[in-house]
């Protein structure tokens, strides 16, 4: 599977640690770079803004999928190769997902969790076949691993399901990953009943 278009689910809260912006501008910085475009909800600040500018700066590909109420909102970012105004959130994650080959999660709220598990379903439903990587800045999706292993635990999941998605804490860690769940994403669809 070659992978030319990265869909990235992240935050667009001013509020969050300077840490969180870094990393995100540090992914936009190396997908750029490996001449992936980047797909994002197409936000102008917090993660998402600092996602952009990474990419943009490297000369990269960024497109945002963006709601006309936050168009309308002027929470566009100005600076993107393309912007795809949508009439609702779901045609957005539709929009984002579906122009995929892989999908990264950086921290979030309620939003990016909840982008992240549609990922998540439609792989484990063999809909979509790409790497799913969560990249743990300061160890925020420990508590979501160890929920999803509960799940495997209580029975709701089975523990191959468990391969679906990869979590690194580095950026540095992002190509390896990708490369290393192609494996798995290439035959999922024989999981999908389990």
């Known amino acids: 599977m070659t992978i030319k278009k990265v869909c990235v689910f992240c ?3 001013r509020q969050a640690e300077p840490i969180y912006r870094d ?10 770079k490996q001449s992936m475009t ?3 909800g197409g936000g102008a600040v917090g993660s998402m803004g600092a996602l952009a500018d990474g990419a943009l700066a490297a000369g990269g590909q960024v497109i945002g999928v963006m709601p006309q109420f936050m168009v309308d909102l002027e929470w566009a970012h100005p600076g993107l190769t393309e912007l795809i105004i949508v009439e609702n959130m779901r045609e957005r994650k539709r929009q984002m997902l579906e122009s995929a080959d892989a999908v990264i999660a950086l921290p979030g709220g309620s939003g990016t969790l909840e982008e992240l598990f549609e990922a998540i ?3 484990r439903l063999g809909l979509f076949l790409g790497p799913i990587v969560l990249i743990n800045t300061l160890g925020f999706y420990n508590h979501l691993s160890q929920l ?4 495997v635990n209580e029975k709701f999941m089975d523990p191959r399901h468990l391969s679906m998605w990869t979590i690194v804490d580095e950026v540095s860690e992002v190509m390896d990953a990708f490369q290393n769940s192609v494996k798995w994403s ?3 669809r024989k999981f ?3």
């Open 192 to 194: 999908a009943a389990i």
């Open 38 to 40: 980047v797909i994002y």
């Open 186 to 188: 290439q035959s999922a």
């Open 148 to 151: 999803m292993q509960h799940a």
């Open 11 to 13: 935050a667009s809260s």
């Open 121 to 123: 379903t439609m792989k």
């Open 23 to 32: 990393v995100a501008r540090e992914l936009g910085l190396l997908l750029a």
